[in-house]
Each structure stands twice: as structure tokens, then as C-alpha cells.
């Protein structure tokens, strides 16, 4: 007696969800990311109007001046969604650890000379307000924002701003061997130092804008665009030439991700400004504005973290953020 197995291949009825399906087709397999962010937003059917914008829905495409035919032609080149983001940023903070332990265990940053010591203290701590306030105005577009693949973005970006402002505390707390003398006199710095109060008002006025898109591009594409150049890049390397190799380590996480950073920034801008010319005019209009203001804020920082120079650096800097724009189709 002989017995005879055979096999039979049961094939699924769908290979995605409806909803990825009319983006991608129906027959093509669908990425986490994708069935993560696509049209997850909801568009109708709410049970009521927000109290505190009369004539606007709870999400509304007129809560920014801009305007685009599908707010879903922007997706992350990342392709981050909260697993893929939490693994990513799990790494980089493993790698922190260390180099905080490396940096603690043979006193990387005590044995620098007093005058560096002071000038890390003077430059790197007020900046832990800037990236709270950085953090605000990323939850805010969050908030505000349409479609789930932006709000996505900004809400990650805020939290990013958090992390960053924790690993600027733990420097100056390992120069001061944990005690909060030198982050109580940046707070200081940042409310009444004069260096400071340009940028700190412009980071005010940033968070009563009207318009989201007005602020990622003030927050996330300009001052971004000035800062994190000029200081988490040319300042740390003036520091490292006077034997602060330590900071380096410590900063590597501000480092990389602005260069991580601007890859999504740089999609956004192409993508929002190649659906109109009304867009780009728009959006070129908000770069040139803030640019010229933060570049003035921004100025006197300069003059007392570098010891020659800083102006010509901040100008190639700016120089730099323009023609990065440029390419993504701004008239900068």
C-alpha cells in the first residue's frame, strides 16, 4: 500500500491593507513603515470641532499656508516609525554610554585647562534651552501638522531635542563633578546674557507662529542649519586643537544626527517646493527671512566661542545652508 502526499500552495486573498493597497497596489507587499504612516490620519467623521480654532477641523490643511494636492508624497527616507526609530536611537545611546564612562573613568574633561573648562560651560550649556525650546516647536507641528507622515517626523525630532539637551547637562555635569553650578548659571546666561537674548527671542516668537510650516522651517531647516554647524562642528573642533579630544566623543550623537537629519529636511523641502511655484515662493521667502535673523542672533555667540574667525566661519556656514536649499529648489 502506497501513500500518496501531496501538496497544495493556499495563496492570500491580499498581500497589504486596503489602505496601503491603493497607495502601492494590492498585490505588492507593504513596508512596516508603510502601513505605519500611510493615511492613518483620520479625514472625516469627527465627533466634534476644536473649541480653540473656530472654523477648523482637528486636522486641517489650512493650518498652513502651504498647499499640496497629496500631504502623503512626503515619507521619511529613513523610513522610521517607532520600532524602527527606538532600535536606531538604542544603538547611538549604547554608544554614548560608553563613551560617557570612558570620559568619566579617566577624567577626560577634569583634566582640561580652567580657561577651555569655562568656555565649554559658556557655549555648550544655554543651548540645552535652545533644544527644549526646539522640542516645543517640534510637538507643536505635531500637533498642527496634516498627515501622519510629517507629524511622525516632527514628533521624533522633539524627542531627539530632549535627548541631546540631557547629554549636554551630563558634559557640564562631569566639569563640575555633578554638581549644578554650571547648568543653574546657563540658565542664567540664557534668560539675561546678552549673547544669548537674540536668539532667545527669536526661539520666542518661533512658538506663537501661526502657521506649522513657517515653523519647521525656522526651527528644523534654518536655525538647525546654523547651529548645529557652527557649534557641534567648528566649535568642537576649535576645542579639540586645545586638547579637548574628550568633547568629541561626547558630542558624536549632535554630530551625526544632523547629518541624519538633513536628509529628511532636505525630502521635505523638495517635495513641498516642486508641487507649486506658489510653494516656492513661499517657502523661499521663510528661509531668507529667518535666515537673516537668526544669522544676527547668532552672531554674537560666535564672537565669544571662537578665538578668531567666527565671523567668517558663521558666514560660510549660512553660504552653505543656502545653496543646500537651493538645490532642493528654493530661489536662496
Known sequence: MS????????????TNYGYVGRRIGHDKPASRYQEAIYDIQPTANFHYPPTWA??????????TSIVMEDWYSFTDPRQFYYSAYVMARAKQ???????????????????????????????????????????MNNQDICDRSYGA???TVASLNGFDRIGTSQYISKIILLIDENESIGLEQGK????????????????????????????????????????YPLIFDQYIQEVSSK??????LLTQFMSDWYVETTRWTNQLIKVVAKESDANTELLSSWVLKWTERLNNAVFPITQVAF???????????K??????????????
Open 149 to 151: 507622515s510629517i507629524a
Open 93 to 135: 545611546q549604547e554608544s554614548m554610554d560608553n563613551n560617557f564612562k570612558m570620559a568619566e573613568k579617566h577624567n577626560m574633561l577634569l583634566s582640561l585647562p580652567d580657561e577651555l573648562k569655562a568656555s565649554i560651560k559658556k557655549i555648550l550649556t544655554p543651548l540645552r534651552h535652545v533644544e527644549y525650546g526646539a522640542n
Open 188 to 227: 542664567s546666561d540664557w534668560l539675561d546674557d546678552p549673547i544669548w537674548q537674540e536668539l532667545r527671542h527669536a526661539m520666542e516668537d518661533i512658538f506663537v507662529l501661526d502657521d506649522w510650516f513657517e515653523i519647521m522651517v525656522a526651527q528644523n531647516i534654518v536655525m538647525d542649519g546654523l547651529i
Open 243 to 248: 586638547g579637548g579630544n574628550a568633547l568629541t
Open 307 to 317: 578665538t578668531d574667525g567666527g565671523e567668517d566661519k558663521l558666514e560660510e556656514i
Open 54 to 63: 473656530k472654523g477648523k477641523e482637528l486636522y486641517d490643511v489650512k493650518n
Open 3 to 14: 501513500v500518496h502526499i501531496s501538496t497544495k500552495e493556499i495563496k492570500t486573498k491580499r
Open 319 to 332: 553660504r552653505a545652508l543656502l545653496t543646500r536649499l537651493a538645490k532642493q529648489g528654493l530661489k536662496v
